[in-house]
């Protein structure tokens, strides 16, 4: 079936980490919901109460001890920091609505003042062409339905890179590794929630069960349309744009309000590895009628000699 | 000051050469060349273009793709031919070397920690092509080199007729694995999300098989002596170029109805259509046409045509992963791409 994660059984032989001075199982307390291997864990992102504070993208670089990336403005709304990268690995884009066509609009739209803020993030997906591509085994899911690259064997071949229908994984210059979310893959052992959905001050940012998520996020829908905001739809949960073309569902999905490409996602990805046999098959095919043709040639010609 | 971890002074991309709204785009005028017109998010990437080096993979794919098909032609010819065909078949063999040794090489060289090129050898994946790849590599580069030693030993004379088995026993594997070997590279570009590329899996497949023949047909035919066999390595080579035009048009096709044809506007476009395509395959058929209305067949044409098709191939690779950077680099490309109506059925 598509949508079951099987964990690997050796998972299971690695325990949970008990950290010292750590509350035991503390996303009970912050995110109500206890990180058990074997579930599926994801963020489920609701653009719609996003404040553009950024506390994501700074909890997320002070826990993983990622590096600057661009010290500098882009001139670009308030988003300076541009993309997701190696060392970014949650984004908040900014998306001024009211300035569309180059003109500020004198009149401010009742909803959100016609900005759109969105945390990007990696999708974690189902069916992860990032993963997929992996040559070493590098990029691999964990016990908790994450994809994450182990450091210490990605060899940077780089293929992860163009694999990512989302733009998400890079490899960095700085040790020539690839880098990307790992939805905190050690706070999950130590039973805490992902840094940027603890330090998510309006829960724009929700960690938890995949699942649960998913009902959650079902249910703001249908709220939101109650209360006049029609356009508001899931980007990531199964059937969903973003969930297309043999990708199944995101781990981390988001509640959108305008077209995906608004807020640099694609409306329709597709599952990369799909096309490995037809390209295969076809050019094996080009390539054994072409020696077909030799060897009529060449026993040709050793006829007439 | 010191400061205790790095800091990258320079962002992973440029600094956007003008603001702009996020209805707005700072790429070619909406609409305009039949890419995407709708919204993008100040213009930025929404993809991240592979950290290939151009000349360096599109190299080596040529390298994988010159060696797989010398492999292959040798051997059917010396299954075909036997003795009369010794010359070919002898160069076919080592020139079968080129993908084991510089085109290895290239791929370790290509990679961002190559100290850990070995971890390539961790796994065996079927999802992967860069790993099918792989493990074909292996395969292809130890028969090759048996088939080459063997090959070796019997030119020496050391024990003739057992060295001339063991290269012809050798020699079929490396043919079965030099079709992959040529082929492959293809599907590790069609299975990335990479717009270009992904637009025609089967298409691009055809080409790099057709143009790996050619090339192997051509890098034949500048050492042979024998004329009748040279004049049917010419009807190898054309008839593979026929088929490489062929999948050049079918793509083109599929690349404007998928909107990623803006990609292949640019130079790295232009280097593909003029020197991979009219100079690597047009121009060939052109000479090996003439010269066969002429009746004659000058040496000169012959060798212009063989080194125009290895030069061809060459930028042909190279163009393909340039544009295919551009095409990933382009929003307007990508969201084209990335729309429901381009999604397999
Ligand atoms: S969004 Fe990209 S990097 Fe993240 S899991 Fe999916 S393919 Fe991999």
Request: contains cysteine.
């Given at each position: 079936?598509?949508?079951?994660?099987h964990?690997?059984?050796?998972?299971?032989?690695?325990?949970?980490?008990?950290?010292?001075?750590?509350?035991?199982?503390?996303?009970?307390l912050?995110?109500?919901?206890?990180?058990e291997p074997?579930?599926s864990?994801?963020?489920?992102?609701?653009?719609?109460?996003?404040?553009?504070?950024?506390?994501?993208?700074?909890?997320?670089?002070?826990?993983?001890?990622?590096?600057a990336?661009?010290?500098?403005?882009?001139?670009?709304?308030?988003?300076?920091?541009?993309?997701?990268?190696?060392?970014?690995?949650?984004?908040?884009?900014?998306?001024?609505?009211?300035?569309?066509?180059?003109?500020?609009?004198?009149?401010?739209?009742?909803?959100?003042?016609?900005?759109?803020?969105?945390?990007?993030?990696?999708k974690h997906?189902?069916?992860?062409?990032?993963?997929?591509?992996?040559?070493?085994?590098?990029?691999?899911?964990?016990?908790?339905?994450?994809?994450?690259?182990?450091?210490?064997?990605?060899?940077?071949?780089?293929?992860?890179?163009?694999?990512?229908?989302?733009?998400v994984?890079?490899?960095s210059?700085?040790?020539?590794?690839?880098?990307?979310?790992?939805l905190?893959?050690?706070?999950?052992?130590?039973?805490?929630?992902?840094?940027?959905?603890?330090?998510?001050?309006?829960?724009?940012?929700?960690?938890?069960?995949?699942?649960?998520?998913?009902?959650?996020?079902?249910?703001?829908?249908?709220?939101?349309h109650?209360?006049?905001?029609?356009?508001?739809?899931?980007?990531?949960?199964?059937?969903?744009?973003?969930?297309t073309?043999?990708?199944?569902?995101?781990?981390?999905?988001?509640?959108?309000?305008?077209?995906?490409?608004?807020?640099?996602?694609?409306?329709?990805?597709?599952?990369?590895?799909?096309?490995?046999?037809?390209?295969?098959?076809?050019?094996?095919?080009?390539?054994?009628g072409?020696?077909?043709a030799?060897a009529?040639?060449?026993?040709?010609?050793?006829?007439?000699? | 000051?010191s400061?205790?971890?790095?800091?990258a002074?320079?962002?992973?991309?440029?600094a956007?050469?003008?603001?702009?709204?996020?209805?707005?785009?700072n790429?070619?005028?909406?609409?305009?060349?039949?890419?995407?017109?709708?919204?993008?998010?100040?213009?930025?990437?929404?993809?991240?273009?592979?950290?290939?080096e151009?000349?360096?993979?599109?190299?080596?794919?040529?390298l994988?793709g010159?060696?797989?098909?010398s492999?292959?032609?040798?051997?059917?010819?010396?299954?075909?031919?036997?003795e009369?065909?010794?010359?070919?078949?002898?160069?076919?063999?080592?020139?079968?070397?080129?993908?084991?040794?510089?085109?290895s090489?290239?791929?370790?060289?290509?990679l961002?920690?190559?100290?850990r090129?070995?971890?390539m050898?961790?796994?065996?994946?079927?999802?992967?092509?860069?790993?099918?790849?792989?493990?074909i590599?292996?395969?292809?580069?130890?028969?090759?080199a048996?088939?080459?030693?063997?090959?070796?030993?019997?030119?020496?004379?050391?024990?003739?007729?057992?060295?001339?088995?063991?290269?012809?026993?050798?020699?079929?594997?490396?043919?079965?694995l030099?079709?992959g070997?040529?082929?492959?590279?293809?599907?590790?570009?069609?299975?990335?999300?990479?717009?270009?590329?992904?637009?025609?899996?089967?298409?691009?497949?055809?080409?790099?098989?057709?143009?790996?023949?050619?090339c192997?047909?051509?890098?034949?035919?500048?050492?042979?002596?024998d004329?009748?066999?040279?004049?049917r390595?010419?009807?190898?080579a054309?008839?593979a170029?026929?088929?490489?035009?062929?999948g050049d048009?079918?793509?083109?096709?599929?690349?404007?109805?998928?909107?990623v044809?803006?990609?292949m506007?640019?130079?790295?476009?232009t280097?593909?259509?003029?020197?991979?395509?009219?100079?690597?395959?047009?121009?060939?058929?052109?000479?090996?046409?003439?010269?066969?209305?002429?009746?004659?067949?000058?040496?000169?044409?012959?060798?212009?045509?063989?080194?125009?098709?290895?030069?061809?191939?060459?930028a042909?690779?190279?163009?393909?992963?340039?544009?295919?950077?551009?095409?990933?680099?382009?929003?307007?490309?990508?969201?084209?791409?990335?729309q429901?109506?381009?999604?397999?059925?």
């Amino acid at each position: 079936m598509d949508n079951v994660f099987h964990m690997h059984p050796r998972a299971a032989e690695h325990h949970q980490s008990s950290l010292d001075r750590v509350i035991p199982n503390e996303s009970e307390l912050t995110a109500g919901v206890r990180i058990e291997p074997g579930k599926s864990y994801g963020f489920f992102t609701d653009t719609t109460v996003c404040i553009g504070c950024k506390a994501c993208e700074v909890a997320c670089k002070e826990w993983n001890n990622l590096p600057a990336d661009n010290l500098g403005l882009s001139g670009q709304s308030f988003d300076n920091t541009g993309a997701l990268s190696a060392n970014t690995w949650r984004h908040v884009a900014f998306v001024e609505k009211s300035g569309a066509g180059g003109v500020r609009a004198q009149e401010q739209q009742p909803f959100q003042s016609g900005w759109l803020m969105m945390s990007d993030v990696c999708k974690h997906c189902h069916h992860a062409p990032c993963m997929e591509a992996c040559p070493t085994g590098a990029l691999f899911k964990t016990e908790f339905d994450t994809v994450v690259v182990q450091q210490d064997i990605c060899n940077g071949c780089g293929y992860c890179v163009p694999a990512c229908p989302f733009g998400v994984v890079e490899v960095s210059k700085l040790d020539g590794k690839a880098h990307k979310c790992t939805l905190c893959y050690d706070r999950l052992k130590g039973g805490l929630e992902p840094a940027c959905a603890k330090s998510c001050p309006t829960d724009s940012i929700q960690f938890g069960e995949v699942s649960d998520l998913q009902g959650r996020a079902r249910r703001r829908v249908a709220d939101l349309h109650a209360r006049g905001v029609p356009q508001a739809y899931l980007y990531g949960t199964p059937g969903a744009p973003g969930a297309t073309g043999g990708m199944s569902h995101l781990n981390a999905f988001f509640l959108l309000i305008d077209r995906p490409e608004v807020y640099n996602l694609p409306s329709a990805p597709s599952r990369p590895s799909r096309r490995v046999a037809p390209s295969l098959f076809s050019g094996l095919a080009a390539v054994a009628g072409l020696t077909l043709a030799a060897a009529l040639l060449f026993s040709d010609a050793e006829r007439r000699a | 000051m010191s400061v205790p971890y790095p800091v990258a002074s320079r962002g992973p991309e440029d600094a956007p050469a003008r603001p702009g709204s996020a209805s707005e785009r700072n790429m070619p005028a909406p609409g305009h060349d039949g890419s995407w017109d709708g919204p993008t998010y100040y213009g930025r990437p929404a993809l991240k273009p592979a950290p290939f080096e151009a000349e360096v993979v599109g190299g080596y794919i040529f390298l994988a793709g010159l060696s797989g098909a010398s492999a292959l032609i040798a051997t059917v010819a010396d299954v075909t031919m036997g003795e009369r065909a010794a010359g070919a078949v002898r160069r076919g063999r080592y020139t079968a070397l080129l993908a084991p040794t510089i085109g290895s090489a290239l791929l370790v060289y290509d990679l961002h920690t190559p100290e850990r090129f070995f971890n390539m050898f961790r796994v065996a994946k079927a999802t992967s092509p860069m790993s099918i790849g792989t493990w074909i590599l292996v395969g292809f580069s130890g028969c090759a080199a048996l088939t080459a030693a063997a090959q070796y030993a019997s030119d020496r004379g050391a024990a003739p007729r057992t060295a001339r088995a063991a290269a012809r026993a050798a020699s079929l594997p490396a043919a079965v694995l030099g079709a992959g070997l040529s082929t492959y590279t293809a599907a590790l570009l069609a299975a990335t999300s990479t717009p270009l590329w992904a637009a025609a899996p089967r298409a691009l497949a055809v080409r790099f098989g057709a143009s790996a023949v050619a090339c192997g047909a051509a890098a034949l035919w500048l050492g042979e002596r024998d004329g009748g066999l040279a004049r049917r390595l010419e009807t190898l080579a054309a008839a593979a170029l026929a088929v490489d035009l062929a999948g050049d048009a079918v793509s083109a096709i599929a690349y404007r109805r998928k909107g990623v044809a803006p990609a292949m506007a640019g130079p790295a476009g232009t280097l593909e259509k003029v020197v991979g395509t009219g100079l690597g395959a047009a121009l060939p058929l052109a000479l090996y046409a003439a010269s066969r209305l002429a009746g004659r067949r000058p040496p000169a044409l012959g060798t212009l045509a063989a080194l125009a098709i290895l030069v061809g191939g060459a930028a042909f690779r190279t163009s393909i992963i340039r544009a295919g950077a551009t095409s990933a680099e382009r929003p307007d490309v990508s969201f084209r791409f990335m729309q429901p109506d381009n999604l397999p059925d």
